[in-house]
């Protein structure tokens, strides 16, 4: 399977956010937050972007991205919600469960449709995600711009035994 070549999969966040992550043991949705009664230090996210989330759905999910770079921690760090942010890397076994989806770009943006993850094996555009990736070809860089606002989206929660930099 092509997915097998993803690597690893990134969850930006604010650094204050660390402990609270350690101490509830991983991950969690926005949904699930609210739901526990988790107060998140820095959230990334403004009130928009949750309402946006909670009427598509997504707010139910964890929301990772291919690579350590993603249009929205960039916004996040501009507007000042988060400071001194933070890629945490996740384990791509993730992947293997039903509780993953994938949207080819910001998921919560108007029009932007869900897919399983056995459908992203042929939306992905892995030829910009590889080793050989040419930085100096302005239409590749095009490519790798659109793949870095693609979402992996995994229901609930995540576990701290998946996170690999924590």
């Given at each position: 399977?092509?997915l097998?070549?993803?690597?690893g999969?990134?969850?930006?966040?604010?650094?204050?956010?660390?402990?609270?992550?350690?101490?509830?043991g991983g991950?969690y949705?926005?949904?699930?937050?609210?739901?526990?009664?988790?107060?998140?230090?820095?959230p990334?996210g403004?009130?928009?972007?949750?309402?946006?989330?909670t009427?598509?759905?997504?707010?139910?999910?964890?929301?990772?991205c291919?690579?350590?770079n993603?249009?929205?921690?960039?916004?996040?760090?501009?507007?000042?919600r988060?400071?001194?942010?933070?890629f945490?890397?996740?384990?791509?076994?993730?992947?293997?469960t039903?509780?993953?989806?994938?949207?080819?770009?910001?998921?919560?943006?108007?029009?932007?449709?869900?897919?399983?993850i056995?459908?992203?094996?042929?939306?992905?555009?892995?030829?910009?995600?590889g080793?050989?990736?040419?930085?100096?070809?302005?239409?590749?860089l095009?490519?790798?711009r659109?793949?870095?606002k693609c979402?992996i989206?995994i229901?609930?929660?995540?576990?701290?035994?998946?996170?690999?930099?924590?």
């Amino acid at each position: 399977m092509r997915l097998e070549r993803i690597r690893g999969l990134y969850h930006f966040t604010d650094q204050r956010n660390l402990e609270s992550i350690r101490k509830c043991g991983g991950l969690y949705s926005w949904e699930k937050l609210i739901e526990k009664g988790i107060q998140v230090a820095a959230p990334g996210g403004n009130d928009w972007s949750h309402d946006a989330d909670t009427f598509k759905g997504v707010d139910k999910h964890v929301h990772l991205c291919l690579r350590p770079n993603h249009p929205m921690e960039y916004r996040a760090r501009e507007e000042g919600r988060i400071g001194k942010s933070i890629f945490l890397e996740i384990d791509p076994a993730v992947l293997k469960t039903d509780r993953a989806l994938f949207t080819s770009d910001v998921a919560n943006k108007r029009d932007v449709e869900l897919h399983s993850i056995s459908e992203a094996a042929d939306l992905i555009d892995f030829e910009v995600l590889g080793p050989n990736m040419n930085y100096k070809d302005q239409a590749m860089l095009k490519r790798l711009r659109q793949v870095e606002k693609c979402e992996i989206l995994i229901a609930d929660f995540i576990p701290i035994e998946l996170i690999r930099n924590i």
